[in-house]
């Protein structure tokens, strides 16, 4: 087995051992609003679950060269987001979201995905996606880097769930129905794929 000392290798180097191995990882469709009303789109799988009580999910956004993205960017300013689940029915769309485009521009209008108003946010979701939660932000951290933070460490509060009525029975989410997507390395996506029960211990 091979024993490596990440402070040996470069940013890229760690970066293909950590996609290539934490695998698959679940992917949220984050919309923002700039403060110039610029509705904001792009999908990060550096995403998770946080807590439940309150319902709470995290997101980590890598900066470019030192400085935010305009996703952090906008969270940071306005303090208010949402998170879509990307699924099969949504996912190209989603990619076309990852183009670098200037703050003035909206990937939202560059993918031709359909902007819903949100209840209790200011923040537009997008029609689209089976499900989206309305999100405030609770906590952001900046992270890594030697000279400058590497990432935006932000940690969001769950205000209001919108999921399709199809998907859902007794409290319950279909995860066939669904159909979410996470993302592998390189270019590379999996599908739910086959799904096996294992009983907890009591």
Known sequence: MLSIDPASLSERENYKFLVGSIIPRPIAFVTTLSKDGVLNGAPFSYFNIVSSNPPMISLS???REGQ??????????????????VDEQNVEKINQTAASLPPDESEIEL????????????????K????????????????????????DFLIGRIVQ??????????????????????RLAGNNYAKIGEMFENVRPN
């Open 61 to 63: 956004v890598q900066r």
């Open 68 to 85: 935010p993205k305009d996703t952090a960017r906008n969270i940071l300013e306005s303090k208010e987001f949402v998170i879509h689940i």
């Open 111 to 126: 993918a031709h995905l359909t902007s819903v108003e949100s209840v209790k946010v200011s923040v537009p979701g997008v």
């Open 128 to 151: 689209e996606a089976k499900i989206r939660m309305e999100c405030s932000l609770e906590h952001s951290i900046e992270l890594g880097g030697l000279d400058s933070p590497g990432c």
């Open 161 to 182: 769930f919108h999921i399709e009525q199809d998907i859902y029975e007794k409290g319950r989410i279909d995860p066939k129905g669904l159909a979410a997507v996470s």
